[in-house]
């Protein structure tokens, strides 16, 4: 379903690439049958690292159609650990192989004294954070050679010590490093009911030009707190937050995440399609996109479930 892009200047040197979908397992056959039908295909780096089986190939088959973005789950950016330059290395490889417009992961830490915990944990936002994040966003980039593409995270916890809102966080780092922001609006809607702020609010106070891309999909609720599944449509709520994001950036690629009880790839499509009348304000009430589910557990679910050689 390509679109015309839209006509403003490349944030960062880089493109505008309309709608996009993450590349999952479920759809390959009917990828490989019927083409991409999308702008772009997100894949989880950590899938795909040392795999050059059946998925790789269809990674390069689409590839060779339309563009690719990276998005890790492991770069623990914030971790007071050294930074693993094994994983590095193995990211410029694979980024190498493929040329993806962009390499993206999230402001988080996964673990410590070289333990992973398999999830996108919550830092402290004060200055000293920041200052460390900064300097390893800076040998990222200096390493991967390219401008590194950060997205907020889901968090069901905040610490204590913390003195700044994250938006400010988000954009002092990438005003200081020149890195790139991935806007997770549902993200944003998640934080927002779980930590009592507006979520519109907080997309106004960042630093729109460093925007690269957006992020969509359906949380679940638990209780009191929403919990960022990645296995719902999207809600109203979160599509009038991305109607707001695209008009504040004047246009960003957008991507729908869907990483658990994935539907059929034309139900995906369909649900990706909405994203167009969102951007016109004709959003839809999706509450019935937001029933519970017992159990549930923070994205990227996708990596847990698929991934076979992280490092």
Known sequence: MPRAMHDVPPR??????????????????????????????????????????????VLEQVAAQVPIVMHGVSLSIGSSDPLNLAYLRQLR??????????????????GAASLNSHDLLPLPLDEASLRHVAGRVRQVQEFLGRPLVLENPSSYVEFAQSSMPEWEFL?????DTGCGLLLDVNN???????????????????????????HLAGP????????????????????????????????VSALLEWDADIPPYPQLLAELGKARAAERGEIADAASAMAGAAGAVSAPLGFHLEAAHAP
């Open 188 to 214: 944003v809607h998640v934080c927002a009911h779980n930590h009592g702020y507006d979520a519109a609010h907080y997309i106004r106070q960042l630093p729109h030009a460093h925007i690269v891309q957006i």
């Open 93 to 110: 490889q694979l980024a190498g192989e493929i040329r993806p417009a962009w390499i993206s992961d999230h402001l988080c830490w996964t």
């Open 220 to 251: 679940t609720v638990c209780g009191a707190v929403l919990i960022d599944t990645h296995d719902a449509p999207v809600p109203a709520a979160v599509w009038r937050l991305y109607a707001l994001a695209q008009q504040l950036t004047g246009g």
């Open 171 to 175: 954009g002092r780092l990438a005003e």
């Open 12 to 57: 960062l040197g880089l493109p505008n690439l309309g709608l996009g979908v993450g590349l999952r397992p479920p759809h390959y056959a009917d990828i490989l049958r019927h083409g991409p039908q999308v702008d772009w295909f997100e894949i989880i780096s950590e899938n795909f690292i040392d795999n050059h089986g059946y998925a790789r190939h």
